[in-house]
T-cell receptor
Framework: GQNIDQPTEMTATEGAIVQINCTYQ??????LFWYQQHAGEAPTFLSY??LDGLEEKGRFSSFLSRSKGYSYLLLKELQMKDSASYLC??????????WGAGTKLIIKP | TAGITQAPTSQILAAGRSMTLRCTQD?????MYWYRQDLGLGLRLIHY???????GKGEVPDGYSVSRANTDDFPLTLASAVPSQTSVYFC????????????FGNGTRLTVT
């Protein structure tokens, strides 16, 4: 079967760094997306990785290891507005997105 | 502002009644999707359309139907609502290319009583 594993909830301090991990098992693999979703709002695109390594985009970076079925999202210089859920979603062999339940990130001052 | 518009924002519906959730996009995206999101679960795909005139079933299609008469509109119909269809429904679209991200509407919060 296909499975996504992310921590349910994480807490971090404003100004700090946090890493949100995602492990996946899918039938084939064609890349992995990260989305941010604030409470009561729609998900918004953060990053896409298809090759191994780190992709940096401002305060956010995303890492992929295809051999380990593992990705992480790294958030630096945390701000209160980063409080949200972060959704990991790999693309399977049929180019269908497989969604994790998401990690709720709570930022404390 | 370009994007996806969903209507209504929220709705309370009596069990057994029918309802159509509307979704319109102005980005000229070929692919459109309907998802439901329930607490503690990942987004689950209900139906999708790769291009106008075609539709396909997702992970949880039972009790729902869709149509895609043109590029812009992708309505979702519940023929006879049941309480288990209480959820938040998101419409999304994506452009060409396998790595094209999804653009989501603001969602419809549906409660079936």
């Amino acid at each position: 079967g296909q499975n996504i594993d992310q921590p349910t909830e994480m807490t971090a301090t404003e100004g700090a760094i946090v890493q949100i991990n995602c492990t996946y098992q899918t039938s084939g693999f064609n890349g992995l997306f990260w989305y941010q979703q604030h409470a009561g709002e729609a998900p918004t695109f953060l990053s896409y990785n298809v090759l191994d390594g780190l992709e940096e985009k401002g305060r956010f970076s995303s890492f992929l290891s295809r051999s380990k079925g593992y990705s992480y999202l790294l958030l630096k210089e945390l701000q209160m507005k980063d409080s949200a859920s972060y959704l990991c979603a790999p693309l399977d062999s049929n180019y269908q997105l497989i969604w994790g339940a998401g990690t709720k990130l709570i930022i404390k001052p | 502002t370009a994007g996806i518009t969903q209507a209504p924002t929220s709705q309370i519906l009596a069990a057994g009644r029918s309802m159509t959730l509307r979704c319109t996009q102005d980005m000229r995206h070929n692919a459109m999707y309907w998802y439901r999101q329930d607490l503690g679960l990942g987004l689950r795909l209900i139906h999708y359309s790769n291009t106008a005139g075609t539709t396909g079933k997702g992970e949880v299609p039972d009790g729902y139907s869709v149509s895609r008469a043109n590029t812009d509109d992708f309505p979702l119909t519940l023929a006879s609502a049941v309480p288990s269809q209480t959820s938040v429904y998101f419409c999304a679209s994506s452009g060409t290319g396998d790595n094209s991200p999804l653009h989501f509407g603001n969602g419809t919060r549906l409660t079936v009583t």
